[in-house]
């Protein structure tokens, strides 16, 4: 299956210097000017879907503006600090780490205030958050759901932390708190709030043990994502791995708790039509149907699996 999706570290800036992140442990690359940028979407393949990361994408506001309009969908995760620009042919997804307590003992103090009151105050209307859950959260999960829930927010996802060479792997959940929480807590937030929960019963059973080293095995996000650092070359797993991987070199790819490999195969492999769903809901006017012929594979149809 050709790749889909197309991964891109806007920078290799940010400002803050969060607890659990990757980046800022292991990038080391410069950044490549607009400019270039612009001879680098000249020679990539069309892909449905971009992912604008970084570090801190927000703070290279006008590459992402040049960018984005070569991709039909596109998505900037963002730690929510910097005002978020008012474009509504983009999804923001923004990093909020539990309740403010755990969010500030990860990200640091007064984070969570200028997050909020840049989600309320922004003119984008596709807001969704992402939560990473770790030793230290994991008990605020349900609270971070309730505080949230009334809020201008459209949906909530879930990961767990990833440990990586040389982090702090303190934060990692073992895998049978993981399963616990899955099962007596995500599943019947899912149940509880509905499609404000972005997750289905499929990824939820693909994330727990030991079905989720089954996905890390055979990754779909090292297959259908290409991954571009902030010089725009891929980025590598290393150590002499040629797959490409968004987290970059360092991860342990056994205890990864990322949700995208478990997304894509949820729409590419598994035909989930619940997710699917839940996608197309929340897509920019005029994305979700032509989108439709990009999430759905070849010889799928909506509540049918491959057999």
Same mark, same amino acid.
């Given at each position: 299956m050709r790749q889909k999706a197309v991964s891109i570290d806007v920078t290799n800036r940010c400002n803050l210097r969060c607890r659990h992140c990757f980046f800022w442990r292991t990038n080391s690359s410069g950044e490549l000017p607009v400019e270039a940028w612009e001879e680098v979407f000249q020679r990539l393949p069309k892909f449905f879907y971009c992912s604008w990361v970084g570090g801190e994408p927000l703070l290279r506001q006008e590459l992402i503006e040049r960018g984005k309009k070569r991709f039909l969908l596109n998505e900037v995760v963002t730690n929510g600090t910097i005002p978020i620009p008012s474009w509504n042919d983009v999804s923001f997804?923004?990093? +909020?780490?539990?309740?403010?307590?755990?969010?500030?003992?990860?990200?640091?103090? %007064?984070?969570?205030?200028?997050?909020?009151? *840049?989600?309320?105050?922004?003119?984008?209307?596709?807001? #969704?958050?992402?939560? &990473?859950?770790n030793s230290l959260n994991?008990?605020?999960?349900?609270?971070?759901?309730?505080?949230?829930?009334?809020?201008? @927010?459209?949906? @909530?996802?879930?990961?767990?932390?990833?440990?990586? &060479?040389?982090?702090? *792997?303190?934060?990692?959940l073992p895998f049978a708190k993981r399963n616990e929480l899955i099962d007596k807590v995500l599943r019947p937030l899912k149940e509880d709030y509905g499609d404000f929960i972005f997750l289905s019963d499929g990824i939820l059973e693909s994330m727990k043990y030991p079905d989720c080293l089954k996905v890390a095995s055979n990754c779909p996000a090292t297959r259908l994502v290409l991954s571009l650092d902030s010089m725009g070359n891929i980025k590598y797993r290393g150590c002499g791995d040629t797959r490409a991987c968004y987290m970059g070199a360092g991860a342990i790819c056994?205890?990864?708790?990322?949700?995208?490999?478990?997304? #894509?195969?949820? +729409?590419?492999?598994?035909?989930?039509?619940?997710? +699917?769903? =839940?996608?197309?809901?929340?897509?920019?006017? %005029?994305?979700?149907? =032509?989108?439709?012929?990009?999430? #759905?594979?070849?010889?799928?149809?909506?509540?049918?699996? *491959?057999?």
């Open positions: 997804f923004i990093s +909020i780490d539990g309740t403010k307590r755990y969010h500030e003992l990860i990200r640091g103090r %007064g984070t969570y205030a200028r997050a909020r009151e *840049n989600i309320e105050t922004t003119g984008a209307r596709y807001l #969704l958050l992402n939560m &990473v859950i994991y008990r605020c999960v349900e609270k971070f759901v309730s505080e949230w829930s009334n809020s201008r @927010v459209l949906w @909530v996802k879930f990961s767990f932390y990833t440990p990586f &060479v040389g982090g702090d *792997n303190s934060l990692f056994e205890k990864c708790g990322h949700m995208t490999p478990h997304y #894509l195969k949820a +729409i590419y492999e598994d035909g989930d039509w619940e997710i +699917i769903r =839940k996608s197309l809901k929340h897509m920019p006017r %005029g994305v979700a149907l =032509k989108a439709v012929r990009s999430l #759905l594979p070849k010889g799928h149809r909506p509540g049918r699996q *491959n057999t």
